[in-house]
């Protein structure tokens, strides 16, 4: 019997719906992120590209003057390169005195909670609470630690013999006290994560390990490192993006003595300098090249990243 024409033509549009439906669905799942990553996310970074190749102050945005890229060769060879430079060496040096520190005592921290120790579940859950940490609340507790009058650095250090120490003046010991700051509150993080790495490496391997006479230290070395290959690689790339874009601490450390990033910018990150040329000097322009290049440092980063783990997987 033939099929009425109505009821094909509901048919037809039910099929169309359900093909349209299963084509268009994904796309409207993902389609707010993506609305919001563009509003929020790729406006931004465009605007500012922008604004990079104009000179505009802070107070009349909407009288920006075209300078090409005047502002990047100010950053590199102008008068204010001296000030940029100073920032890259000591993101730089943050970024190596928090990074190294940080990430080898997460991986030993990682370690030992994997054994079965009395109180692990609230060890492991002790690790995130300086993470939970504001950043200006644990600067504030450890720019007290490192204060010259009276705080308690220059106590133990007094306990060994030496003198008292201006933490903030000096150029390593206020990176240092910095990078100690970054140190204690990323390092429970990235041991959580070295620990959900280990719990995922076989326990067979271990016993082999075992059998053939290695002990818990070789055993790590020879076992654990090599399968938290990918891991170390990732946490590196994550800490060394985070150092890049250190800013919190170091414009808030020198609180007491009222300089944001030191009184001769000894402690001065490329975020700080930033910040000073867009809303100190009011110079959006040069502001926006800084971002701009810590971006380009960013995406080189991340370029090198893709190449070692491209490496490591034919190693493997």
């Given at each position: 019997m033939a099929t009425p024409p109505d009821a094909r033509h509901r048919q037809t549009w039910r099929s169309r719906l359900h093909r349209w439906d299963s084509k268009g669905s994904p796309y409207a799942f993902v389609a707010p992120f993506f609305l919001l990553f563009a509003a929020f996310g790729l406006f931004p970074l465009l605007y500012t590209g922008w604004l990079s190749l104009h000179q505009v102050s802070l107070y009349n945005v909407n009288q920006a003057r075209w300078v090409g890229f005047?502002?990047?060769?100010?950053?590199?060879?102008?008068?204010?390169?001296?000030?940029?430079?100073?920032?890259?060496?000591?993101?730089?040096?943050?970024?190596?005195?928090?990074?190294?520190?940080?990430?080898?005592?997460?991986?030993?921290l990682a370690h030992l909670l994997n054994y079965r120790l009395r109180g692990r579940g609230f060890l492991r859950t002790a690790l995130l609470a300086p993470y939970a940490t504001s950043v200006a609340a644990a600067t504030l507790v450890f720019a007290l630690i490192f204060s010259p009058e009276g705080g308690m650095a220059n106590w133990v250090i007094h306990l060994f013999g030496f003198g008292p120490v201006n933490w903030e003046a000096g150029k390593w010991t206020s990176q240092f006290a910095i990078a100690t700051i970054v140190t204690w509150r990323w390092t429970g993080y990235n041991a959580l994560i070295y620990l959900a790495a280990m719990q995922a490496v076989p326990g067979e391997l271990y016993?082999?390990?075992?059998?053939?006479?290695?002990?818990?230290?070789r055993q790590f070395w020879h076992v654990t490192v090599p399968a938290l290959r990918p891991t170390i690689l990732f946490t590196v790339v994550i800490s060394t993006i985070g150092a890049t874009q250190l800013f919190g601490e170091p414009f808030l450390f020198g609180g007491q003595s009222?300089?944001?990033?030191?009184?001769?910018?000894?402690?001065?990150?490329?975020?700080v300098l930033m910040y000073d040329q867009g809303f100190h000097d009011s110079m959006l322009g040069r502001a926006s090249a800084v971002a701009w290049t810590m971006f380009a440092l960013l995406l080189l980063l991340g370029l090198a990243n893709a190449l070692i783990a491209r490496r490591l997987r034919r190693a493997q």
């Open positions: 005047q502002n990047y060769l100010d950053l590199f060879t102008g008068a204010p390169s001296r000030f940029f430079w100073n920032a890259l060496r000591n993101t730089i040096t943050l970024g190596t005195l928090s990074t190294v520190p940080q990430l080898a005592i997460a991986i030993g016993e082999a390990a075992a059998i053939d006479g290695a002990g818990r230290l009222g300089h944001q990033g030191g009184a001769d910018n000894q402690y001065e990150t490329l975020g």
